[in-house]
């Protein structure tokens, strides 16, 4: 029973069976809520067609993709017009991804698409701990009168958990009532990632959702993007934080926020493609 069928265009190396896989990447190509600069929905368009001037092998873990099984199954067809109707169809695609035992990994797209795939994650892992790495902190209780924005996900994400399961580095962005319910009620480590080793030690088996908005790199790194902000982290850095959490329960990713044609250069593509590659390793 498999519904999912691959594209002509496929993340490099991630062409394994939905029987042998035990990851399943999907596009999400939305941006129906972008405050700022809209482009999302080209992201894991652009991010599949660069991927083939990547190497499968990564130097930093000494792992290969071609050893590992993962099936890319293609983009969702996300209606434009309808927030919620697209975060539905993101929620069922994870949720059967989920329902076979296989570990979801989401390419956006703007990052409300987040909200969609942790609605699935909550049904199966309600004590899952979600570890946020943005410029942002994505905590208004709305953005102009809307409750669903991708300037509100991670508020609407702390109220499927408990928001001290939500750990937030790199944020470094946001309205003062942002962070100041971020210091009462989330785990909140603002401007660098260098806490998420010490996390890491403490969360043993416990299930774990990665979530990565890539504008929490400098723009100087990765300038394509819609909400760029200066002041960001630098690759390394972001690859040390991801590597810490080698070994731990991670039950399902996402990957947000690029916008490609703000980047002529194609450098922030690329950018994007290797921290694919480092991430899909990471849970091998």
């Given at each position: 029973m498999n519904k999912l069928q691959l594209e002509p265009s496929t993340f490099i190396a991630c062409d394994a069976s939905w029987e042998t896989a035990e990851t399943i990447l999907f596009g999400a190509p939305f941006d129906g809520t972008t405050s700022f600069r809209p482009g999302t929905r080209f992201g894991p368009a652009a991010v599949r067609l660069d991927s083939d001037g990547l190497e499968t092998y990564s130097p930093y873990q000494d792992k290969d993709l071609e050893d590992i099984a993962v099936m890319d199954s293609g983009d969702l067809a996300l209606p434009f017009g309808d927030t919620e109707a697209a975060l539905e169809m993101i929620t069922e695609r994870t949720e059967s991804i989920l329902a076979a035992g296989k570990r979801p990994f989401m390419i956006g797209g703007e990052h409300l698409v987040t909200l969609g795939a942790m609605r699935a994650v909550v049904a199966y892992h309600s004590e899952v701990e979600v570890l946020h790495f943005d410029a942002h902190a994505d905590l208004r209780d709305d953005y102009l009168g809307v409750s669903l924005s991708h300037a509100t996900v991670m508020r609407r994400v702390s109220e499927l958990i408990s928001p001290d399961r939500l750990h937030q580095f790199g944020i470094r962005s946001g309205t003062r009532?942002?962070?100041t319910y971020a210091r009462a009620h989330t785990d909140f480590h603002p401007f660098t990632v260098?806490?998420?080793?010490?996390?890491?030690?403490?969360?043993?088996?416990?299930?774990?959702?990665?979530?990565?908005?890539?504008?929490?790199?400098?723009?100087?790194?990765?300038?394509?993007?819609g909400t760029p902000e200066a002041g960001g982290i630098t690759w390394r850095d972001l690859l040390g934080a991801l590597l810490a959490l080698r070994g731990l329960n991670i039950i399902?990713?996402?990957?947000?926020?690029?916008?490609?044609?703000?980047?002529?250069?194609?450098?922030?593509?690329?950018?994007?493609?290797?921290?694919?590659?480092?991430?899909?390793?990471?849970?091998?």
């Open positions: 009532e942002e962070f260098t806490a998420v080793a010490d996390l890491a030690k403490t969360l043993g088996n416990k299930p774990v959702y990665l979530s990565l908005d890539m504008d929490v790199l400098d723009p100087s790194i990765f300038p394509g993007t399902g990713m996402d990957v947000n926020e690029l916008s490609p044609h703000y980047d002529p250069s194609g450098v922030s593509t690329a950018v994007y493609g290797k921290t694919i590659r480092e991430m899909l390793l990471l849970v091998d």
